[in-house]
C-alpha cells in the first residue's frame, strides 16, 4: 500500500489510537495525531486499560517518564492488545540509561510489538550492544543501526524503524529509507513520541511495514515544509502541526524513498 | 449577568482556580484560564487538596487521565468545595468508555457539581442512555442531548452545559444556545478541557448559569477570530489564546445566543 | 565568567539537565532547554533517579505539581546529586500554600541545593515571613525580597535567585539586578518553571552564581525580543522558543545588569 493510500484510508477511517506516552509528549503527541487524521485517546491505569485498548484500532507505548503504575498498566495494555489482535507500537526511549528502564523494555518486549521505533542509539542498544546515546538524544548514526535493524525485525518477526536525518525501515527483508525532515526537528521535544503515535494512527488501517513508511512519510514531508525559511523551534512546532493536518494523501508521496 | 459584565468582574478579581485536569490538557487549560484572565493552580494530591480548595475561588475537576490517586484526590477537593462553599465544575471526559471510569464519575456526581459540561455522547450517555463517542470525541449532535440536559439539570439541581459546533446550556428552566467558534477547534487536543476550566474562573465570579454563558461566548468569539484565514491547527492554538487575551468585556456580547 | 561566555560554554557541551519538574512544565520547560541549546531529561521514579542523575551534568527540581512518589523521587535524585557532585537546583513553587507542600520543601532543602529560584513570594515564605502570594503567582515585588534572599544565601551557602519584573541574584556577596523580559511574560505559564530548567543548563558548565546570571539575562533578552510588538500570550511563547534558540552567546551581554 502506497503511503497516499495509507493516508487516505487513515483519514477515511479515523482510527482510535490507544496513546500510553510521556508526560512531555502527551499534548503535542495528541496534537500530531489529531493534525495527520486520527483520533487520539490517552489512558494509561491499570485499572482500565485492558478494556479499553481492545476497543482501540491500535496502542502505542512510549516509555518516557517511567513509573511502577504506568509500566503495570502498559503491560496490561499490550497483553490486551495481543489477546485481541490489536496492532502495537514500542518506543523504548533512552531504554539503555538504567537498569529499571531496561527491565520495562524487557518485560514490554516479551509481548511482541508489531513495530519498534526508536534512534539509532536505542535500537543498537536493543539488541544488546554498546550506544552512545545521551539521554533521549541519539549518538549514533542511523546507518550504523541498520544492520542491527534488519536482524531484530527478523528475529523477532516484527517492523523496526531507526528514525534520525534519514530514517530506515525494515521488516527484515524489506529495507527502505525515507528522507525529509528538518534540521529543527530534534530542536523540538517529543517529535519522535509523536510519530510513534502517528505510526499507530497508520497502523490501525493498514500493514505494519507499509503503515510505518506512510507515517515517516507524512512526517518527512510535513518537516521540510514546515522547516523552509522558518525562524525557529517554537515557530516550526506550529508549522509543522499545520502541515501534517494540511498535506493531502498524495502529498506524502513526495517523500525520496530509496529502496536497499 | 451579562457575559461582558462576567468577564469585567472575573479580569478585576483574577479568581484562583483550582484545577484538577488530565495530562493533556495540563499547560493549555493554565494559558488558557491565565489568557482570559484568571490564575490557574494545578495540584492534585490527596495529601493536600483539601488544605488548598478553600482558599480558590472554585474548583474543577476533568477525568481525562484517571488513576486511583488522582480520584482519591478528586473526591477530597470536591468534598472540601462543598463543604466550604467553594463552586465545582465536573467535566466527565468519556466517562463511559471503561467500568473505571464510570464509577469514578458517579463517586464524584455524589458530591453535586455546580456546572457539568461535556460533549453531546457524554451528556447523553450521563443520563444511562447509549452514547455514540469515540473516546474523546462526541459521536452525537448537540441537539439530540439537550432533552437529556434539561432533565439532568433539575433532577441534579446544576448547570449542565453540552458543548460542541453550537453549545447549550441549561439550569433545567433556562435554556440557550450559543454559536461560535472555529472548525478547527476539535482539531486541537484539550480545548473543552481548557473550556472547562475557563467555566470555573467564571465561576468563581458569578452565578453558575451566567458564568457557564459568558465562558462559552469567551471561547465561541475567541474561536471565531482566532479560525478566520487560518492555516491549520497550530497556528489556531496560537491565535486563540492571544484572543481570549485580546477580547475585552464587552466582545464577549458579540457571540450569538438563542434562547429557546 | 561572563553571560556570553558561559553561553557559549553550554552550547558546546550540550550538557544533560535532569529535569524532575512539574506536569504543566514539563513540554515548555524541554523545549526552552533544547532551544537554549542543552539537553533535557525528564525522569522521576525513585526506581530510577540515583542511577541517572549521576550521569547528568545537573539536577533541577521543582515542585509545582506534588505527590508522595514523586517527592520520594526528587530526594533520591537530590541525594545522588550531592553525593556525586552534581549541582542542583530548586524551585519551590507555592511552597508555601499547603502544609504537605512546605514539608516536602524542607526535606529537599536539607540535600543543600546549589541555586534557589522562586518568586518574591516563595523566596520571603522560605525564610519564615509571611508572604502574600495566590496560588504560583507572586504577591510581592522583588525588592521587598532581597534581604531576605542575602541572607538566605549566606546562611544555606547557596545562590538565591529572586525573580519578577525585574530579577535579583545574590550569593550572599555578590548582588546584581537583570533586567529584561516581557509584560507577558506572566501570561504564558511555566516561564520561572523553564527558566529553572535553564538556570541548570547553565550550571552544569559555570559557577553557580555566573550560570544562574547568564541563565536570567538569556531570558531577559529574548524575553524582550519576543515581546516587541507581539498580539499576545500565543505568539509570545512561540517567538520566545525561536529567540531563546537565535540568540548568540555574544547576544546575552545585551541584558541590563546592575551591581548593588
Known sequence: MKPSAACQTMRDRVPLV???????AMNIAANATLAAGASPAMLHAPEEVADFTPLAG?????????????VTGMLAAAAAAKSHGVPWVLDPVAHFITPYRA???????AHKPDIIRGNASEIIA???QAASGKGADSG??????QDVAIRMASQRNCVVAVTGPVDFVTDGTRKVTVHGGSDL??????????????IGAYAAVAPAFDATVAALSHFAVAGARAGADCPGPGQF????????????PADLDAARLTWL
Open 185 to 198: 526537528m530534534p530542536k523540538v521535544t517529543a517529535m519522535g513520541c509523536s510519530l510513534t503515535a502517528v
Open 58 to 70: 491500535v496502542l502505542t507505548i512510549n516509555i518516557g517518564t517511567l513509573s511502577p503504575q504506568w
Open 103 to 109: 527491565n520495562a523494555t524487557q518485560d514490554l518486549l
Open 18 to 24: 490507544h496513546c500510553i506516552t510521556n508526560y512531555v
Open 126 to 128: 536493543l539488541s544488546g
Open 237 to 248: 512546532q506550529v508549522r509543522f502541526l499545520d502541515q501534517l493536518h494540511a498535506l493531502q
Open 140 to 145: 549514533d548514526d542511523v546507518a550504523q543501526a
